[in-house]
């Protein structure tokens, strides 16, 4: 028989036990006592973070340069309300919990961090990061769910993230995100419209525009503002973006509204992908939701020039990345919609890629049409010459309604790896997977699980129709490209869509934000005209391919346009980079002009765009290129030659005076220094 517990031995355990929970409560703060602060490694960017018992926490980012300080985001509100479900007696009861209000804080947390990777793909191929973290816990007062918010302050900005700590196999649903960004109304913004619901939307394709910052999305536009947002406020340049995103959370944006400046985050629609999959994002274990990034400085260089999305994503998962070869592709659809069912049009196409050493060529949608045997014979006659095909694919399944094919192969895994497996064996070099139509949970899942299997079978990956780059090419180096751009299709459709007016303006917009969060599948060189008139120059379309950064640069046009071509412009063609080692901005402003530098090996190349209908003189500065040649190549604008270019010597530390005609550009290539 046991013996029962005496009178003194229990009050010592309920004296424990009081105890232990007084020093629990002791260690435990309120929001209203509390206030944290981290500071980048260099000092310049400085995340705060304050609570209110009722008003939950906000944050404000500030930027440090001698010693004065200027806010870029003020004081924001931030926070997310998540649901888990409660069995009793078989039911379901859902319980949510609100962490923008009534939390305690009870454990925090502080890292030195500092990271290098290399790169397969972008704007900078080696890169070291340092930064300073810290991560603050609270518990809820009602539910007692725990919140773990990590602040990450680095020296070209700033980031945090939600994220619940493990809480066993069962999911937790988001329904809702509270996060604003306070930017004020004394600020320009630059931002492009989330698509409406179409069959093809949304895609990212919209323009770009410039208004006032507070200003609503103009409702012929969009229904939100997407990422990246671009603002320029209080002396300095802001770009909001995300980065990390996993399986487990949607693609985010911005609502439509910001009264008094302050934007708020939204989720995917309820109507895209046809209704298929939930609004609600759920996840198990410990839930790490995506970074909300804030690149932040005075130099608007800095901005074009950052990598805070790849220094905030997820390491590298393929081990082995010698086979992953960015490089320039011949695309016949540009000029020819139907050519891609046609085998005689995609082999001049190959032979175009031959000609001008490029390594790709793609074979876009409908391709199964040409032949049963068009894959093959088409991969074969490419062997012969060198050059790797890709070909395109349907994303759907149910998330879109297109008819092009192949479709209802890539959304079902088991499907997915057969067809890699077979694609990979004949040959094949990549995929495009086009129209997604949506940022949903289901979606995302899709994109990363299309990138797992086809690095398994050693398959590249260009995405269109598609969302905007969040970081996945460090993650996942084999995605070469993605689309979420009004690029340069758009000027083979209706001439009622007057792309040709607003493309010159839009291209030098792109840098400054698109192109600063991964690589960006315009689609450039479009020297023939289409159904929508050109108003850019010749000058200016050479340069967009060092304008523009894209692991894979489809160039558009004919193998007339290219092969008619002056030699000493086949000369800058052949063997084009489209993955580089460095990039400095030289000049610009968004909408107005950009002068960028890009470094392959020992060779530079610089380009510069106008984006206004004007003649405009420029001093170019070269002193940011370290160990440049002084012997180059000019290609620009003439008017008395559509192909114009001519040899120069620049000494060490000289500037150079370069005019371009209106809408037009230039590019200039270094001879490599002996």
């Known amino acids: 028989m046991m013996n029962k517990p005496s009178l003194l031995r229990l009050t010592h355990i309920t004296i424990f036990i009081a105890m232990a929970a007084l020093s629990l409560l002791a260690n435990a703060k309120t929001l209203d006592e509390r206030q944290w602060q981290v500071k980048s490694p260099n000092g310049k960017i400085e995340i705060r973070v304050r609570g209110n018992k009722a008003l939950g926490l906000e944050y404000q980012i500030v930027h440090w340069h001698n010693e004065q300080e200027k806010v870029a985001v003020d004081w924001s509100k931030m926070g997310i309300t998540s649901r888990y479900y409660d069995v009793n007696e078989q039911q379901l009861i859902p319980i949510d919990t609100d962490f923008s209000k009534d939390l305690t804080y009870f454990r925090g947390k502080r890292i030195r961090g500092k990271q290098t990777y290399s790169m397969v793909t972008g704007k900078r191929k080696e890169n070291e990061v340092a930064y300073y973290q810290r991560s603050l816990n609270f518990k809820h007062d009602i539910t007692n769910q725990i919140l773990r918010v990590d602040f990450r302050a680095l020296d070209t900005g700033a980031a945090f993230r939600y994220v619940l700590p493990n809480n066993g196999v069962l999911h937790h649903q988001l329904r809702a995100e509270i996060t604003e960004f306070n930017i ?25 525009v410039n208004v006032p910052a507070g200003t609503s999305t103009p409702e012929k536009l969009g229904t939100g503002w997407g990422f990246p947002s671009l603002f320029n406020t209080n002396g300095l340049w802001v770009l909001l973006h995300e980065s990390g995103l996993g399986k487990q959370f949607h693609g985010s944006h911005l609502q439509p509204d910001a009264p008094n400046g302050v934007y708020k985050i939204a989720g995917p629609l309820a109507e895209e992908a046809l209704g298929n999959g939930s609004i609600y994002p759920a996840g198990a274990g410990e839930w790490k939701m995506p970074w909300r990034s804030f690149a932040v400085s005075n130099d608007i260089g800095d901005i074009v020039e950052s990598n805070l999305v790849y220094d905030l994503a997820e390491p590298s998962k393929i081990d082995d990345v010698k086979w992953i070869k960015p490089g320039a592709a011949s695309w016949s659809w540009w000029s020819d919609h139907t050519s891609s069912t046609d085998i005689k049009s995609l082999k001049a196409f190959i032979v175009l890629a031959d000609k001008m050493g490029w390594p790709y060529s793609l074979v876009d949608a409908n391709w199964p049409d040409a032949s049963e045997t068009a894959m093959q014979d088409l991969v074969a006659y490419a062997k012969e010459r060198k050059v790797g095909l890709l070909f395109w694919y ?49 979606v995302i899942e899709q994109y990363l699980s299309i990138l797992e299997d086809a690095a398994e ?218």
């Open 184 to 208: 004020g109304t004394n600020a320009q913004h630059w931002g492009q419209p989330y698509d409406f619901i179409t069959m093809y939307h949304p895609s990212y394709e919209t323009e770009y």
């Open 457 to 674: 079978f050693k398959l590249l990956v260009v995405f269109h129709g598609c969302t905007i780059p969040r970081g996945w090419e460090r993650t996942w180096p084999n995605l070469m490209t993605m689309e979420a751009v009004r690029g340069g299709e758009f000027y083979t459709f209706s001439e009622d869509i007057p792309y040709g007016l607003y493309a010159p303006k839009q291209n030098t917009i792109l840098p400054f934000t698109r192109n600063v969060v991964g690589s960006m599948d315009y689609t450039p060189v479009a020297y023939t005209h289409r159904q929508s008139k050109r108003y850019t120059t010749f000058a200016h379309e050479t340069a967009l391919p060092i304008i523009f950064e894209s692991g894979i640069q489809h160039l558009a046009d004919t193998p007339d346009a290219f092969l008619k071509m002056p030699e000493v412009y086949k000369d800058y063609f052949w063997k084009l980079p489209t993955s580089w080692d460095e990039t400095k901005f030289l000049a610009g402003a968004p909408g107005e002009e950009v002068i960028i530098a890009r470094r392959k090996g020992k060779k530079w190349y610089v380009a510069g765009i106008n984006g206004e209908n004007e003649a405009k003189e420029w001093k170019v500065d070269f002193s940011k290129l370290i160990n440049r040649g002084t012997e180059a190549r000019l290609y620009t604008d003439s008017e008395e030659e559509k192909y114009f270019s001519l040899k120069l010597t620049i000494p060490k530390g000289k500037k150079m005076s370069i005019t371009v005609q209106p809408f037009g550009g230039f590019v200039m290539v270094f001879k490599e220094p002996k």
């Open 394 to 442: 349907n994303s759907g399944g149910p998330n879109n309604f297109i008819p092009e094919q192949p479709r209802n192969i890539l959304h079902d895994r088991q499907s997915r790896r057969k067809e890699f497996k077979r694609i990979s064996a004949l040959g094949v070099k990549g995929i495009k997977v086009d129209f997604f139509q949506s940022d949903k949970q289901f």
